[in-house]
């Protein structure tokens, strides 16, 4: 189940990249109160469009690895919500490599990227590469592991705690 809903919630993060957009209205991003992922968002809710600093929106989504199912679920989900507004998605793989992750994050800034969502390898390492991104005026939305950094502008995830009480509550 948790396993299933990552996708989800990075496609909830790309989403949420675009909630700045000019046509979303406040009536029209996802709302509620319920905080489990139940669906990919419908990007006609968020933005019919996006516009980054120089032309089309350009998000770079910097993930663990390319090797794994589950990983290429969670690029087929963003770049599925990317198709449909328009967005740039550059997708990069960290190689299972923290420093491939902070290189990643370098050459997003240097190319002008608008946004950056990161699965984080080290939740520590990371940091400075955060920090970097903030300076250059990059939002950045991690997903799945939580980074407690302030240049962190948004953090989507599982409660996996939660989805554990929940699969023990199933198995008794």
């Known amino acids: 189940m948790i396993k299933r809903a990552l996708p989800l919630v ?10 700045s957009c000019d046509s979303a209205s406040s009536s029209d991003t996802a709302g509620g109160t319920d905080a489990a992922a139940s669906s990919i968002p419908d ?15 350009k998000v770079g989504l910097v993930t663990i690895n390319l090797q794994a199912l589950f990983f290429n679920q969670i690029n087929n989900a963003a770049q599925k919500i990317a198709d449909q507004t328009g967005v740039e998605l550059q997708i990069i793989s960290g190689n299972d490599d923290s420093v491939s992750q902070a290189n990643a994050f370098d050459n997003l800034i240097a190319s002008g990227v608008d946004a950056i969502i990161v699965d984080a390898i080290d939740t520590d390492g990371i940091k400075p590469s955060i920090v970097k991104a903030d300076a250059a005026g ?12 302030p240049a962190v502008d948004t953090q989507v995830g599982t409660a996996n705690a939660e989805g554990g009480v929940q699969i023990g509550d199933t198995l008794t």
């Open 43 to 57: 990007p006609s809710r968020v933005a019919d469009s996006c516009d980054g600093k120089n032309g089309a929106l």
């Open 10 to 19: 990075l496609g909830a993060a790309l989403a949420l990249t675009l909630t």
């Open 138 to 149: 990059i939002p950045v939305v991690a997903v799945d592991a939580t980074v407690d950094d």
